[in-house]
């Protein structure tokens, strides 16, 4: 198997809760991220936008559909299906209804989220009014939902990507499977949807070129329908290197134009991926020196399949994939996985051919989630840092800040892409909102904030046939429009796009025109 052949793995964007933030006894529901995002506001008159007549879809870890914010008044459900990938089971809006009916509700839709990432995330997007919206609300409380549960990767596609045992991880042909599910799942019910993700890897050439990204895009084209994609958590993971040479600084004892790139390698590292891109059109040559001093000189770019290098000294198996040209991209691709690596620093030596001054390249080590110790550059960069699939273009991508303080989170990956487009679109509350599981943190929920913000707008533009033809580039075009932008940052900003997310300013634009 080589780099290529198989797909991608990501994982959850989402921080572990922080001690006393968990839902339960003393779960004091807090409104605040959806008062600064503008969504209260447009929830009551005279626009009264709460989702109605949209639909709000999720790829993820599944739903404890059983809560009552996922429910009506009258305690049916708000989902229209479940997709249990695991299972291969779709359950529909009746039989989920019979289930609630039941004193048992799993043992007639045997179906629930037990990480939980995803239900927090439905919460927040559209929670229902509990207690008339003093207990809990999320933003579009009236849409109706789809949910996708996905399976866990494959063990040999974990292994190829040396994902540690007990992370999470989901294929990149499961995710297009589930958003194909949504897509029809909404051409059925004749509704609008938009569809929330809350994953992300550093696989990927963060140029949105993947073949998730593409099929992401292939769906927000169609009429009545939007995407919103979380930026991730990796911006202070020290995960990205950047590589720019200068001819003053990074010259060799020979002239050449170099830098080394060291990665420091924590004991008890099982294994870790490196993918290194190239910016068209140099070309580059590479070394690799382990922590005992042996050295893996001129590696070559022209081989096909996988090259297989043994240290003598370091138990450590390299595996190495490399394309001067690669398929979905164009750059040239350096992929490197490190079995058993010995702990220390191991160097990348980059030489560039044409000794170019100011060639470009990039490198991005495994997300936090997938080592199972540190993994890190000694010199990071804390830009470029957002995860695929944020990349996508037509998508709305969505950075992370603390509504609390209005500052940015430094767990929040930032901009612009490696081909140097403008990513994230806009930021949003994701800093201890509240959930139906109690607070929780994280870009996944930044995403999920502003998807049912979008829902809003799409109950607005489709339902009620204001913008009837609107789609997500229309959708993400009207929200960069509407965002809040503060006067000492200019946009757009690699870490706000081009500023807060504001339901409310989004008409307050349209209004001033």
């Not at 922080?18 to 006894?25: E, K, S, V």
Request: hydrophobic share 40%.
């Amino acid at each position: 198997m080589a780099y290529g052949d198989i797909p991608f793995v990501y994982g959850l964007m989402q921080e572990p809760p922080a001690p006393g933030l968990t839902g339960g006894a003393g779960f004091s529901f807090d409104p605040n991220a959806l008062i600064e995002s503008g969504i209260l506001e447009v929830q009551g008159e005279p626009l009264a936008l709460t989702g109605r007549g949209v639909l709000v879809g999720f790829v993820d870890t599944g739903i404890r559909y059983e809560l009552d914010v996922f429910r009506q008044s009258d305690g049916s459900t708000r989902i229209a299906a479940i997709w249990d990938q695991e299972a291969d089971r779709t359950y529909t809006e009746e039989e989920i209804n019979n289930a609630l009916q039941s004193d048992s509700p799993r043992s007639i839709v045997p179906v629930t989220d037990e990480l939980g990432h995803g239900t927090a995330m439905a919460s927040v997007a559209a929670g229902s009014r509990v207690e008339g919206g003093r207990s809990y609300i999320g933003a579009a409380p009236d849409s109706r939902l789809l949910v996708v549960k996905l399976r866990q990767a494959p063990q040999n596609v974990r292994q190829y990507y040396l994902v540690a045992d007990d992370a999470v991880c989901y294929s990149e042909t499961d995710i297009e499977q589930g958003l194909q599910f949504l897509d029809e799942q909404a051409e059925r019910l004749g509704l609008p949807l938009v569809i929330c993700l809350g994953l992300g890897t550093n696989l990927a050439s963060h140029t949105g070129t993947s073949t998730l990204e593409r099929a992401i895009n292939s769906i927000a084209v169609k009429i009545g329908r939007a995407v919103v994609i979380c930026s991730g958590n990796e911006g202070n993971k020290q995960h990205h290197f950047s590589g720019c040479f200068n001819r003053n600084v990074f010259q060799n004892e020979i002239g050449q134009l170099r830098r080394d790139v060291e990665i420091r390698v924590s004991e008890g590292v099982q294994g870790f991926t490196l993918n290194v891109w190239g910016t068209q059109p140099y070309q580059f040559q590479f070394s690799l020196r382990s922590p005992g001093g042996e050295t893996v000189r001129d590696i070559r770019l022209n081989m096909e399949g996988t090259t297989t290098y043994r240290f003598i000294y370091e138990k450590t198996t390299l595996y190495l994939d490399a394309e001067r040209v690669e398929t979905g991209s164009g750059a040239q691709l350096l992929f490197l996985r490190f079995v058993a690596p010995s702990p220390g620093i191991w160097t990348l030596i980059v030489t560039e051919e044409e000794q170019a001054n100011y060639a470009l390249f990039h490198a991005w080590l495994p997300i936090a989630e997938f080592v199972t110790a540190p993994v890190t550059f000694l010199e990071p960069s804390p830009y470029v840092t957002l995860t695929d699939p944020s990349a996508a273009w037509e998508a709305l991508g969505v950075s992370t800040y603390d509504d609390l303080n209005n500052s940015f989170s430094p767990e929040s990956g930032r901009g612009y892409t490696r081909d140097s487009r403008v990513k994230p679109d806009l930021a949003a509350p994701g800093v201890n909102v509240s959930t139906v599981l109690g607070k929780r943190s994280g870009s996944s929920i930044s995403a999920a904030i502003t998807a049912g913000g979008v829902a809003q707008f799409l109950q607005w533009a489709v339902t009620e046939q204001n913008l009837p033809w609107i789609n997500s580039i229309n959708v993400k075009n009207y929200f960069v429009r509407g965002a809040v932008r503060d006067l000492d940052i200019v946009y757009p900003s690699r870490e706000w796009g081009y500023g807060r997310l504001s339901v409310s300013g989004v008409f307050e634009r349209m209004a001033e025109l």
